[in-house]
């Protein structure tokens, strides 16, 4: 049983992680358009980035 | 004829203007289109062209954004943050699909001074943030119109933008509700699991300890809002349905608290965790449904212009409104809003006020003539005397009728909050009395038999029982194009015993009168074709009036479509570019005919080919909702700005006995008190603005999807598929809900009765106890989903959800 010692402490840190990389994403406006971004992946798809835009970045 | 290679428009004869994207030479149609492709191609963004599912949009280079620059003006639209930052909001006028946002994303990024660039294309903004002392307001405007899109500044409030601030917190307490309610039942598991098998004390300490360290947090921070509601409540010495659901999170958590400390008999993290997660799933579906409303009320910041061109000594110069003052004298151009209310100053001109008075007609006005601010010109330039700005516009008059008309609705006695509130009495004066008698006969039991009948009796069924309800019916009448905005107006709804109607636009829409319709070239039915091709996708009511009209023809394919506002359509098919709309628009050179002032013209390059005569028709499911209302006994009646004439005409022929004529946004809210003073329950369905007092003032707003903005925000029902006869089904449902409400209410009720005797007796063990708890909330649930969809009984066809597009022309 003095598994569960460092399984639940474990488990515990892991939903501390969870909690901050999901606060995180909803901070960087990762949770602010659930539309547009589905969509972006389309339309990117066969995009090369060109050296002037590249440049641009 | 060759169309434009970057908006689609055709080529006029005589202009021989190339440009090169990607290595080959396209046609295009103006000196604006040149440079935005020439642009757009020099910074290898080309792809765009490939990428775009609709045409760009004219872009027009030619107008002038240095005015933005003015302190005045900036001032009350920029943010500044810091020396090198400042940021903007922008509503973006052309921002048509993902293309658009990608173009925009990578060609403002690239313009010197620009930090960041965000665009949602959902809500059509540009938050921009920017250097002020590298670039200005204005340049980085005037590069979002080279593109082609019309970019308006929104007041530098939008920046933090309180909804995505409401929205970012909902979900943050979402999830750590969702993750919390997660690990405290992986440990109530186990807890339950000693119950029957034997736990060593000290593991379950153990156990508990960690149920009380995942809950703390969705107790203290997903729960807030709970306890911030009940708190403000009871300050007001009310009780909403805030109330008794704050009680039992803090009553149970304590509660559990207590017990973990005493080594007591059972805890409820778990339960009080789960409860608080089903809780703000409903309140954050609510609150969407809230936002997306909200976005279309945002079109309300381009009702009023934000600039004007003001006549000084030596021309004219280009102010903000808000600077304006009685005695200016303004220059608006066709097409375009008048900014203040005045008089016309020059000339005669035809003015759509559709948008205060509702009626679709554009009105004819001589100089000397009073014109409001929010109206449109549709034959310009004129000049305008400004006579009052700001607060003192007829608009914002209305505006602040309706804040007002909303703040003094009446709310009715809500059957769940009362319920709910007299029941946590009752709890509590029953535990204190189980605490006394045990302490009476025997001490030691008295904490334990008052927690239980606390924890048995827990509100959660009673606090589940209205949300979950509600969250179900806003869900299935969202699929049928009838958005819920306000819980209470569905009870409203499920109760009203009279139905006012505003005429035009509610009640009526445009229809095309073909036997009146004349026809210069070709037959009727050509032109019929032509037409409905040229108003494929538009929104506006007579457009879907030509659509249906020629629903039995065959449609040519036509493109480059452009939506002129306040005038037409203009596009091409098999070459021949065509234009629809007012007499203005499409027949430039035809003779001024105010005899068909209010008919649609079609026009191609050689001149008119049809005028389709427009005529009032009721719109499609009136008959059948008026028959639905009428067998239930409930009254109708007509509230119209109308000529009385027209008015009687319409409630004869459609079997309405009461209606009112001419009436002033004033009267209808008398007429409206004067009901009300009968006892009567009232809803009210209009679209627009001039209704927007009463929508805000009755028992239950309705405003029809295509109605105007301010319309839309008094409302607590919007109907966004076009058909009335949604009513029909969103009544139906609304009553179902109310009786599903009451018998989650009364099975909460007959369960609490049935256990807290047992539990005062000290009968119930924990783990019943804590089985019937959740049981009784499980029942709520799925007695909430038998809410369904209502059958059709009368139509077969599915509900076309037309969307909320605000389109106006004519």
Known sequence: MNIILLLIPLSLALLALAVWAFFWAVNHAQFDDLDTPALSPLSDDEIAPTAASKDAE | ?810
């Open chain 2, 1 to 810: 004829m060759t169309a434009c290679f970057h908006c689609g428009e055709p080529v006029p004869n005589g202009v021989e203007l190339r440009a090169r994207v990607g290595g080959i030479d396209h046609a295009v149609c103006c000196r604006g289109c040149e440079a935005a492709m020439l642009w757009i191609d020099g910074l290898g963004l080309a792809d765009y062209y490939r990428l775009r599912t609709e045409p760009a949009a004219r872009a027009d280079s030619t107008v002038d954004y240095s005015a933005w620059d003015r302190p005045q003006l900036a001032r009350m639209h920029v943010r500044v943050d810091a020396p090198d930052r400042a940021a903007v909001v922008l509503l973006i006028d052309g921002l048509r699909c993902t293309a658009c946002a990608w173009l925009i994303e990578h060609a403002i990024g690239t313009l010197p001074g620009v930090h960041d660039v965000g665009v949602n294309a959902a809500a059509r903004r540009v938050h921009l943030g920017f250097d002020p002392s590298r670039a200005s307001l204005s340049t980085l405007l005037a590069a979002l119109a080279k593109l082609g899109f019309v970019p308006h500044p929104l007041t530098a409030d939008a920046i933090d933008s309180l909804r995505e601030q409401e929205s970012r917190a909902a979900i943050k307490r979402l999830a750590v509700a969702g993750l919390g309610a997660m690990q405290a039942m992986m440990y109530a598991v186990a807890l339950y699991a000693g119950v029957f098998d034997g736990i060593d004390p000290a593991v379950r300490d153990f156990f508990r300890w960690l149920g009380f360290l995942v809950a703390t947090p969705v107790v203290l921070y997903s729960a807030r809002p709970f306890f911030a509601g009940a708190q403000r409540e009871l300050r007001a010495r009310r009780v909403s349905m805030d109330t008794p659901v704050a009680f039992a999170i803090a009553l149970i958590y304590l509660a559990s608290l207590i017990e973990t400390l005493r080594g007591g008999l059972d805890i409820y993290f778990d339960s009080v965790s789960m409860f608080v997660f089903f809780l703000l799933v409903g309140r954050t579906l609510e609150m969407r449904a809230r936002h997306r409303a909200g976005d279309i009320v945002d079109a309300l910041a381009r009702l009023q212009p934000t600039l004007a061109e003001r006549r000084t000594a030596n021309g004219y110069e280009t102010v903000g409104v808000h600077e304006l003052q009685a005695g200016d004298i303004v220059r608006i151009a066709a097409g375009a809003s008048i900014p203040a209310d005045g008089s016309l100053h020059d000339r005669q001109c035809a003015i759509d006020e559709s948008l205060l008075s509702g009626e679709s007609a554009a009105r004819r006005c001589q100089p000397g003539d009073a014109v409001i601010a929010g109206s449109m010109v549709l034959e310009g330039p004129v000049e305008i005397t400004v006579k009052r700005v700001g607060a003192d516009t007829v608009l914002a008059g209305i505006v602040r009728m309706v804040t007002r008309a909303a703040s003094e609705k009446p709310t009715l006695a809500r059957l769940a909050d009362a319920r709910a509130s007299r029941f946590v009495v009752r709890v509590f004066l029953l535990t204190v009395l189980t605490a006394a008698a045990w302490l009476v006969f025997d001490p030691s039991r008295a904490f334990a038999a008052a927690l239980a009948v606390l924890v048995v009796s827990c509100p959660c069924a009673f606090a589940l029982a209205v949300p979950a309800a509600l969250t179900r019916a806003v869900s299935v009448l969202a699929q049928r194009g009838v958005l819920v905005v306000d819980g209470n107006a569905l009870e409203a709804l499920a109760k009203a015993d009279h139905v006012v109607f505003d005429k035009t636009g509610t009640l009526t829409e445009p229809s095309i009168d073909l036997a009146h319709s004349e026809v210069g070239r070709g037959t009727l039915d050509q032109a019929l074709a032509i037409a409905a091709a040229l108003e494929q996708g538009n929104t506006h009511p007579l457009a879907a009036a030509l659509r249906g009209s020629a629903a039995t023809l065959t449609l040519s394919n036509a493109h480059a479509l452009h939506n002129h506002a306040g005038a037409g359509v203009s596009g091409v098919i098999d070459g021949v570019r065509y234009r629809i709309g007012t007499r203005a628009f499409a027949d430039c050179a035809g003779p001024a005919d105010s005899t068909a002032d209010d008919a649609l013209v079609l026009a191609d390059d050689q001149g008119v080919i049809a005028r389709f005569r427009v005529e009032e028709q009721p719109r499609a499911g009136v008959t059948e909702l008026l028959a639905a209302l009428h067998e239930a006994g409930i009254g109708t009646e007509i509230l119209s700005g109308d000529s009385p004439a027209r008015v009687e005409a319409m409630a004869q022929g459609l079997g309405i006995r009461q209606w009112r004529a001419a009436m002033q946004p004033a009267d209808k809210l008398e007429r409206l008190r004067e009901l009300r003073g009968q006892g009567h329950v009232i809803a009210m369905i209009g679209d627009g603005v001039n209704d927007a007092p009463v929508l805000a003032a009755a028992d239950v707003g309705i405003a029809i999807g295509s109605g105007a903005a301010l319309a839309h925000a008094a409302s607590g029902i919007l109907l966004s598929s076009q058909r009335l006869d949604a009513i029909i089904e969103a009544r139906v449902v609304a009553r179902r809900t109310l009786v599903t409400l009451r018998q989650n209410l009364n099975w909460a009720l007959g369960y609490n009765l049935a256990a807290v005797p047992l539990a005062a007796f000290g009968f119930v063990p924990p783990w019943l106890a804590a089985l019937g708890m959740s049981a009784s909330s499980i029942v709520v649930i799925l007695n909430s989903l038998r809410i369904g969809p209502v059958r059709r009984a009368t139509r077969a066809s599915a509900v076309v959800d037309a969307g909320i597009v605000q389109a106006r022309y004519a």
